[in-house]
């Protein structure tokens, strides 16, 4: 079968306010992909450009990426030399950043093709290793009248659901030096102290050594160095991208700082060169690249690959629609050395009312991967066309 009709959807749907330690939200936006074939069949797929225009990457896909692909044969065969014709007809202007994440969301809706072709979920084309997927809940974000009792409220309720993992924000302070002194937005700041105080409330909700935290890359080796005692006494599961990530030698001097601590990152990552010196010269111990963003399945599984070559664990970050949900599950279903996969609890729209059927869990809050050929999902097309933007 060959690829006749590429088209580029950007959705977005206006969202509670919802913040991090550097960015303030009230719109969820992706770009979701939807190829084509002589045979009627039909692949979809996203790609997670973190805050990016949708419209500038339909545009970008439109004008540089569609001609590579209109009229080649789709085939589990020709997957990686149609990611590699991608790649190297963009060199110029590509190789990372917005570009790549463009060829992570065409390369999900090809493998999600091929699972159709060969009437097969993508997990088992990848050699399937688990049928259910361990998430913890992601949440614990800023947010307008969101002090320490409504955080305890979201940790109870998260709890409560069957997590019994969680990972909060924490990061977002007025600090000398800090990387979020260029925020564009400085809503919902709070004091170092009350971020101890929601790590504090996490701890006794879900136990020691159960919650993470994820600082979005605001930390510098001085703060952590001044409060080190603190956060060896918080227990944590693991700090998540706590340092600009090229700054791999203060990565390095991290590991000893915060050590039991595990570092995981980094999810704004691409390409399984960099995650290579990510393990090798940042001493990152857990890896978390994003389906849709860090080069699709195709680069993504050689990401897995040399995790457990290094003997590293992974946990997929997954923040997008349900498309990208799905995705990510097939692509941990297949994963050797599996962490819990992230399970986003803000409300997005996006994520669950795209399909026409939600992702099932069970009562332990473990995903169960579709069964179905593909990506296994039906997507509700009335719905896509609502959320999107034109």
Request: proline share 4%.
């Amino acid at each position: 079968m060959r690829i006749v009709k590429i088209d580029c959807i950007p959705i977005g749907w206006a969202c509670p306010v919802v913040a991090d330690a550097m960015n303030v939200t009230g719109t969820r936006k992706a770009l979701v992909i939807r190829l084509e074939t002589d045979g009627g069949l039909v692949g979809y797929g996203e790609a997670f450009l973190y805050g990016c225009s949708p419209l500038a990457g339909k545009m970008i896909i439109e004008d540089h990426l569609a001609p590579v692909l209109m009229g080649q044969e789709v085939s589990l065969a020709r997957i990686e030399k149609m990611w590699d014709s991608l790649f190297w007809n963009t060199l110029a202007f590509g190789k990372r950043g917005v570009i790549l994440g463009l060829i992570s969301g065409i390369d999900i809706a090809l493998w999600d093709l091929v699972g159709k072709i060969e009437q097969c979920p993508i997990a088992v084309l990848l050699g399937k290793k688990h049928d259910a997927i361990p998430s913890y809940a992601s949440c614990g974000f800023y947010g307008e009248s969101k002090g320490l009792p409504e955080f305890r409220e979201e940790m109870e309720r998260c709890y409560a659901k069957g997590y019994r993992n969680v990972k909060i924000k924490v990061g977002r302070n007025d600090r000398e030096g800090a990387i979020n002194q260029y925020a564009l937005n400085k809503d919902f700041r709070v004091s170092i102290e009350e971020d101890f105080k929601r790590i504090a409330i996490a701890n006794e909700v879900f136990g020691l050594g159960n919650v993470a935290i994820d600082p979005n890359m605001t930390w510098t080796i001085d703060y952590a160095v001044e409060y080190k005692d603190q956060l060896r006494a918080c227990s944590l599961w693991w700090i998540e991208e706590p340092l600009y990530s090229k700054d791999l030698a203060a990565l390095q001097a991290l590991e000893a700082i915060v050590r039991p601590t595990p570092i995981a990152g980094y999810e704004t990552e691409q390409g399984v060169d960099f995650f290579q010196r990510l393990i090798t010269e940042g001493r990152v111990d857990i890896l978390q690249p994003d389906i849709g963003w860090a080069g699709g399945f195709t680069e993504c599984v050689k990401i897995m690959h040399l995790a457990e070559e290094h003997d590293k664990v992974v946990s997929l970050h997954s923040f997008g629609s349900v498309i990208h949900m799905a995705a990510s599950l097939h692509l941990a279903a297949a994963c050797g050395n599996l962490e819990k996969i992230e399970s986003e609890e803000n409300t997005n729209a996006l994520r669950s009312q795209l399909a026409k059927q939600p992702l099932a869990v069970d009562g332990d809050m473990n995903y169960l991967v579709p069964e179905k050929p593909g990506l296994g999902i039906d997507l509700d097309l009335d719905k896509l066309e609502t959320y999107c933007i034109r």
